[in-house]
Nanobody
Framework: QVQLVESGGGLVQAGGSLRLSCVAS????????MGWYRQTPGKQRELVAS???????YYVDSVKGRFTISRDNAKNAVYLQMNSLKFEDTTVYYC?????????????WGQGTQVTVSS
């Protein structure tokens, strides 16, 4: 079991920046990948960015060039630096961690942190 604690959400003007943090309750070395999802009411949860244990990253097209995901294994943490924020980035962001054990994927979720961008 992995518990994830998020922080860093808040209110920012369009064009501003926020940095989301997510700290895992156990060593990152047992986690195969981590990422950030977001979900707007009435829509499916969307993968925003992810990073594997090997350091490979993924970004959804709408955030490429604006968001950067990184991890600090020593602190069991993953971060999402969000720059040039837009009104449409407003929603709840969720930290995700997953492990693959004997071919089965196990997902763990944070409680969510609200990001609000004012236009």
């Amino acid at each position: 079991q992995v518990q994830l604690v998020e922080s860093g959400g808040g209110l920012v003007q369009a064009g501003g920046s926020l940095r989301l943090s997510c700290v895992a309750s156990r060593s990152m070395f047992s986690i195969d990948g981590m990422g950030w999802y977001r979900q707007t009411p009435g829509k499916q949860r969307e993968l925003v960015a992810s990073i594997t244990s090997g350091g490979s990253t993924y970004y959804v097209d709408s955030v490429k060039g604006r968001f950067t995901i990184s991890r600090d294994n020593a602190k069991n943490a993953v971060y999402l630096q969000m720059n040039s924020l837009k009104f449409e980035d407003t929603t709840v962001y969720y930290c995700n961690a997953f492990s693959v054990v004997r071919g089965l994927r196990y997902d763990y979720w944070g409680q969510g942190t609200q990001v609000t961008v004012s236009s």
